[in-house]
T-cell receptor, first 109, second 117 residues
Framework: TQLLEQSPQFLSIQEGENLTVYCNSSSVFSSLQWYRQEPGEGPVLLVTVVTGGEVKKLKRLTFQFGDARKDSSLHITAAQPGDTGLYLCAGANPDDMRFGAGTRLTVKP | NAGVTQTPKFQVLKTGQSMTLQCAQDMNHEYMSWYRQDPGMGLRLIHYSVGAGITDQGEVPNGYNVSRSTTEDFPLRLLSAAPSQTSVYFC????????????????FGPGTRLTVL
């Protein structure tokens, strides 16, 4: 059983659509990070959130950290084919770093 | 800067063989970590180091050894490879790490794809 559950596991949408992916846990984290990974490469950090209720925006991407610091969401507005990839969340505490299994997003032109 | 480099990119071993996966970074980062990535499992932390001479275990340390004699290098050793160790291995580094409560960017290498027959 994953400590961090990501949903959906797979998502295929058309260019221009909006989407939200989720990262849920029963554990509290000091910080939560979102990464994007492309085939054959290592993950690349998108954002780090540390405060419960925090919302961060990165162009068309909006990240939210839950008030209780147990869950997070990533919302993409007007998705583009370049957004295609595996989106991973990772929760950190001083004695641990855990990743979710990821959401594999495909954006079709 | 080359960032985080890993060698080899691909490796096939037979059960019982030993090998060392190499990882180097040129960013003078204190924190270095090893992860394995398996389908449907995400990345799992194997071992990490908060500085030269200091290492600690992660979520799945069994079957792997590490040492950190320099800031730049953090090799991962498989002493007797098993089919269950077939995976993609990623090395990462950051200036500071989660153990200190920091949230610095973790930079990942390109990975080593290991198959154990």
């Amino acid at each position: 059983t994953q400590l961090l559950e990501q949903s959906p596991q797979f998502l295929s949408i058309q260019e221009g659509e909006n989407l939200t992916v989720y990262c849920n846990s029963s554990s509290v984290f000091s910080s939560l990070q979102w990464y994007r990974q492309e085939p054959g490469e290592g993950p690349v950090l998108l954002v780090t959130v540390v405060t419960g209720g925090e919302v961060k925006k990165l162009k068309r991407l909006t990240f939210q950290f839950g008030d209780a610091r147990k869950d997070s969401s990533l919302h993409i507005t007007a998705a583009q084919p370049g957004d295609t990839g595996l989106y991973l969340c990772a929760g950190a505490n001083p004695d641990d770093m855990r990743f979710g299994a990821g959401t594999r997003l495909t954006v079709k032109p | 800067n080359a960032g985080v480099t890993q060698t080899p990119k691909f490796q096939v071993l037979k059960t019982g063989q030993s090998m060392t996966l190499q990882c180097a970074q040129d960013m003078n980062h204190e924190y270095m970590s090893w992860y394995r990535q398996d389908p449907g499992m995400g990345l799992r932390l194997i071992h990490y180091s908060v500085g030269a001479g200091i290492t600690d275990q992660g979520e799945v340390p069994n079957g792997y050894n590490v040492s950190r004699s320099t800031t730049e290098d953090f090799p991962l050793r498989l002493l007797s490879a098993a089919p269950s160790q077939t995976s993609v291995y990623f090395c990462a580094s950051s200036s500071r790490g989660w153990a200190s409560g920091a949230t610095d960017t973790q930079y990942f290498g390109p990975g080593t794809r290991l198959t154990v027959l």
